[in-house]
């Protein structure tokens, strides 16, 4: 936090020359749990900001476009999913759009903190608001662990994994990348955010996590969506699957079907998503 004549702000270092920075109007949250500081801010621009470690989780303002490329995408390409696991994403907002779809009978998520859950329900109650339906069940475990014990179980798993240092590094390994595998269904689907491959340090974990998916899984594929409030914008989500292609196999006229409101994904957005620009296509070779 700091002071700008007066008026508080909080700054946000995407990188050693760059920060992010949003005026506050308030703080009305602030506190630390076994894992992580948690801090929840209001600014007028942006509504209710979640910060873990001083890093931006989620904005009201921006949170749909993150939600909805992370759960839509996949959904429109195997309307049929059954059993999601969700690795991190306490806040409650993939939930909030996967209780939507009638096909998806049982969401498991799991984190370690318990405590990032209840701020949630507290601070940010829409968003959280179907974290207690009846389809959800919440694991307080290591996600690997949890991930290690299950095969053929899950259509599709959602890793909403933190940046890649400390107690998050776990959920960027090659040996998590293979448990999640096991993990799936024949038609299984591994939708991760991929960082952004704007900023160097940024780019490097990208490649790095890219590497790992495509030793693991047969189908990977890259996708990209502006998201205001992250690093540069420009950020990343890698689709991978064991027989599933993100645009080969899209059902949009059975997901148009469905009726389902969103505010970012559409189903030519979806297409377009994985067109990605030239230097990106390079980053991604690089490693490929």
């Not at 839509?72 to 999601?84: D, G, T």
């Not at 991190?88 to 779809?101: C, K, R, T």
């Given at each position: ?49 979640l910060t873990q470690n001083g890093q931006i989780t989620l904005t009201e303002k921006d949170e ?225």
């Amino acid at each position: 936090m700091q002071d700008k004549n007066m008026q508080l702000w909080f700054s946000e270092a995407q990188t050693p020359h760059v920060d992010f920075s949003l005026k506050i109007n308030k703080v009305l949250y602030t506190g630390e749990s076994e894992y992580q500081r948690i801090d929840v801010l209001e600014s007028p621009e942006f509504g209710r900001v979640l910060t873990q470690n001083g890093q931006i989780t989620l904005t009201e303002k921006d949170e749909f476009i993150y939600r909805e490329m992370m759960v839509h995408v996949p959904l429109a390409v195997n309307p049929e999913i059954k059993k999601v696991l969700i690795i991190g994403a306490e806040d409650g907002g993939f939930v909030h759009d996967l209780v939507q779809y009638p096909s998806v009978e049982q969401i498991d998520l799991v984190t370690t903190d318990p405590k990032m859950v209840e701020v949630c329900k507290e601070y940010l109650p829409d968003i959280a608001a179907k974290l207690d339906d009846e389809k959800v069940t919440i694991f307080y475990e290591d996600a690997l662990r949890f991930v290690r014990q299950k095969e053929e179980v899950y259509d599709l798993i959602l890793v909403d994994s933190v940046d890649p240092f400390g107690a998050g590094e776990i959920l960027f390994t090659k040996e998590f990348y293979g448990n999640c595998f096991r993990a799936l269904t024949s038609a299984g689907i591994l939708i991760n955010q991929h960082e952004s491959p704007f900023y160097e340090e940024e780019a490097a974990t990208m490649q790095t996590v890219h590497r790992r998916i495509v030793q693991t899984f047969p189908i990977v594929k890259i996708y990209q969506a502006h998201i205001p409030s992250y690093p540069s914008g420009h950020w990343l989500f890698g689709f991978a699957s064991k027989k599933l292609h993100p645009t080969g196999d899209l059902k949009a006229e059975k997901w148009h079907g469905l009726g389902l409101k969103t505010k970012y994904y559409n189903t030519r957005l979806h297409v377009g998503a994985f067109a990605l620009p030239t230097y990106v296509e390079e980053l991604l070779k690089d490693v490929e």
